[in-house]
DNA sequence: GAGTTTGTTCTACGATGTGTAGAAGAAATC
DNA sequence: GATTTCTTCTACACATCGTAGAACAAACTC
């Protein structure tokens, strides 16, 4: 299970935010930038490359070696991302249909709306 | 997010497949005999009680002072705790619409029938 | 009720993960 | 070739977790 750091999370926000590829020093910019709600901080750019590496291990990013200031993108959607953290919970319990049937009871209206949706007719 | 380490779930999941209440030594004894599918360890009590406060403080488990060899329950059951987790990976991501759709196609279709008569009415 | 047994709390240490970044090395540019 | 830019290596502080001994408290036993 990755879970990641503030920092590591951050980055990653801002990889998903954007659809191009992203170098160490455009992050370090963006984040410097308050993004998302957080605090800004002034972070030294190999502060950026070390969480970027770590990422990269994780399986999370994906670099581009030939371009000369690397650039980085997120290996999935965040969408895809999240999707695939929240099955992974749900196979951690023995009994999947009642973690369904609690977490069916915790969404939203709307979220379940949706659901119905997805799942089609019947 | 509370994060679980590898003895904290296994404590955990013997709190969880346990209705009654169990004491340190008793959970050590579980422990001990390779309860489900672990390789059994031979744990000082103290290590098992360490363990049970953090999960304590981490609001996971409940203990009843008043009984001498105090006794520890898990506040919720494995199944809402789980469903819980899964609810708050849901809300990490801003389309959380988009990440139901991803996650619904990534269940198997036993699942997906347990969703469908779940969400039933309208 | 003093001594022994049993149970709990305090303190601690090693390993790992994360935020942080300087120093050193490699590549591009001038 | 010197300077600037970028990447890698190394490192440190802090938190978490597995692990447990030492010290303290309660209970049981004559």
Do not use: C, Q
Not at 17 to 36: G, H, K, S, V
Not at 94 to 108: C, I, K, Q
């Amino acid at each position: 299970m990755a879970t990641l750091g503030d920092l590591e999370r951050t980055v990653m926000d801002l990889l998903w935010a954007t659809p191009e590829a992203m170098t160490a020093n455009a992050l370090r910019d963006a984040i410097a930038e308050a993004p998302l709600g957080e605090v800004g901080r002034e972070l030294a750019v190999t502060t950026v490359l070390t969480v970027l590496s770590r990422l990269e291990k994780k399986g999370l990013v994906e670099r581009e070696r030939d371009s000369r200031p690397h650039r980085y993108t997120s290996v999935t959607s965040r969408e895809d991302h999240t999707a695939e953290l929240m099955h992974e919970v749900l196979v951690t319990a023995p009994d999947r249909e009642a973690v369904l049937a609690r977490f069916v009871g915790s969404v939203s209206e709307a979220e379940a709306k949706t659901l119905r949706k997805l799942l089609g007719g019947s």
